[in-house]
């Protein structure tokens, strides 16, 4: 066993004391959640998961003092465990000795990386203007990195010509005002874009021991997904390994946000005294089916389908008129998927105007399909209106589903029509079919072994928009919300990592 060595600690680096209080914080913040939420919900129930989730992963006080290896990591905090509950607690041995390594190799993080700014500096220039700093001596800052805190002293400077002071040496190593390390960051974003912050929070902890508060996630998440935004605008590449096959398909679709009410000020909305306490997301999917299932149905390739999501204007663009915002989405979108080089472009969409003009506008010779599951929305909807949740309902549903199946849209129109007169429902669900019915010849469109009703775009909507902000009690602004659709449309599209290797070479330039 080698000697016992006392930890290099800097007067500056924070004491494990500081650690436990985030995660007291973090068991607060839970607490105060938990009394908030109503009784017998959900929410709290899955709060209270939560809760103990973080309570069982709290830190021994034996892993707060640094041992030099491993070996005698095991051998001191094995003995007393297995005395003191006269059995081995193989869980808590675990995570105690995860804490130490960690804390281990911070410090050698720590070490390397203050080596690195004293025999590597960067060039002692202002970043801003390039003009030499004048020197302003060392300073220290605490960064927090996936291992636990590190302290960095580098050099500071002061630009005469910006008035500015800055760190140099900062750029390089890919530190930023946030005070993360780039592994904090990417692992926030992940989090961040996958549940709500708190959640987030307590499982980046018990997966990965690191502290972050609620607070923190969201600022971290939000500033990457605006980065992400950014980036988003930017690139515009094709995507060689994802050059079409087959048709490309590409699903548009929208769904209500709810928002901060100063979002929604003096907006029109589907309140009862015409307010609104929602703004529309409107969202773009890409994909292709080149696989049947057994019954010979086109289904979507795995891994094919990307994302890209906003809040913004899609006002229909009228010719030699500037594209909408979301036009212009969606034009990216196509490029980097390679849409003008797919042999035939399908539009998929709920039958909305926007979408079919945006279409018309972007992709003229695009065949375009009114999603088969939003049609039978549609007669579902209107079945239920006209004869309630009597056995009428289900046999009038029926009948017209297999109509629509079946092409017969003469049928299906003088079927509804027969209600119009009566029931503003049935004259609306008229206009609509009448509108489309173009766009739902289902039997050609299968016949030409396409996808109809593929449930991409409506799953894309649910899950991609509907499974991250619109849980119960949140309320967005719209560049918050903004912000995590960049982040999570990118994520879930398979180019996170190609975002960080772009952030990463901006570093190392
Ligand atoms: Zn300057």
């Known amino acids: 066993m080698s000697p016992r060595k006392s930890p290099p600690t800097d007067p500056t680096s924070p004491p494990a004391d500081q650690a436990q209080e985030t995660l007291l914080a973090m068991e607060a913040a839970l607490r105060q959640k938990i009394g908030e939420a109503p009784e017998g919900s959900e929410e709290k129930r899955h709060l209270q998961e939560l809760l103990s989730l973080l309570s069982g992963q709290k830190t021994p006080e034996a892993s707060k003092v640094l041992t030099p290896s491993f070996a005698s990591i095991l051998e001191e905090m094995g003995v007393p465990m297995i005395r003191s509950s006269r059995r081995l607690d193989f869980g808590a041995m675990e995570r105690a000795m995860k804490d130490r390594m960690l804390e281990e190799t911070a410090r050698t993080l720590e070490s390397r990386l203050n080596e690195e700014i004293t025999r590597h500096p960067a060039p002692f220039l202002c970043p801003a203007c390039g003009r030499p700093l004048q020197s302003k001596g060392m300073k220290s800052k605490t960064f927090m990195t996936s291992f636990g805190e590190v302290t960095l002293r580098r050099r500071y400077g002061f630009c005469r010509s910006c008035r500015k002071g800055c760190f140099p040496d900062d750029g390089r190593l890919g530190l930023d005002a946030t005070g993360f390390s780039p592994e904090v960051q990417y692992l926030a974003g992940l989090f961040g874009a996958e549940t709500d912050f708190l959640e987030a929070s307590t499982l980046l902890f018990c997966a990965a021991r690191i502290r972050l508060p609620e607070k923190q996630i969201e600022r971290l998440a939000k500033s990457l997904g605006e980065l992400i935004d950014q980036d988003e605008r930017e690139h515009v590449d094709l995507e060689p390994h994802r050059l079409p096959q087959g048709p490309l398909y590409i699903g548009m679709d929208g769904t209500g946000v709810p928002m901060q009410s100063r979002e929604t000020a003096g907006r ?242």
């Open 268 to 509: 029109k909305g589907k309140q009862k005294d015409g307010s609104s306490k929602t703004r529309e997301a409107k969202m773009i999917d890409i994909w292709e089916a080149n696989t049947q299932n057994e019954q010979g149905i086109p289904i979507r390739d795995p891994g094919s389908v990307s994302y890209s999501a906003a809040i913004e204007s899609a006002s229909c663009p009228d010719v030699g008129r500037e594209l909408s915002d979301f036009a212009r989405r969606v034009e990216r979108e196509a490029t980097r998927r390679g849409a003008a080089q797919a042999r035939q472009i399908v539009v998929i969409g709920d039958g909305a105007a926007w979408i079919w003009k945006t279409a018309e506008y972007l992709f003229p010779g695009a065949l375009c399909i009114v999603d088969r599951f939003h049609a039978k929305q549609h007669l579902s909807e209107l079945s239920h209106a006209l004869f309630g949740d009597s056995p009428k309902a289900e046999e009038w549903r029926h009948c017209r589903y297999e109509e629509l199946d079946e092409g017969r849209m003469d049928d299906l129109l003088k079927e509804i029509g027969i209600y119009a007169s009566r029931f503003p429902e049935a004259e609306q669900c008229r206009t609509y079919f009448q509108n489309n019915r173009e766009r739902m010849r289902d039997p050609e469109f299968r016949a030409r072994g396409l996808c109809t009703s593929s449930g991409v775009v409506e799953a894309g909507c649910k899950s991609i928009v509907g499974g991250r902000l619109k849980k119960s009690g949140m309320h967005w602004s719209v560049s918050g919300a903004n912000a995590i659709l960049a982040l999570r449309c990118t994520i879930k599209s398979g180019r996170y990592e190609s975002f960080w290797e772009r952030k990463a070479s901006q570093w190392a330039a």
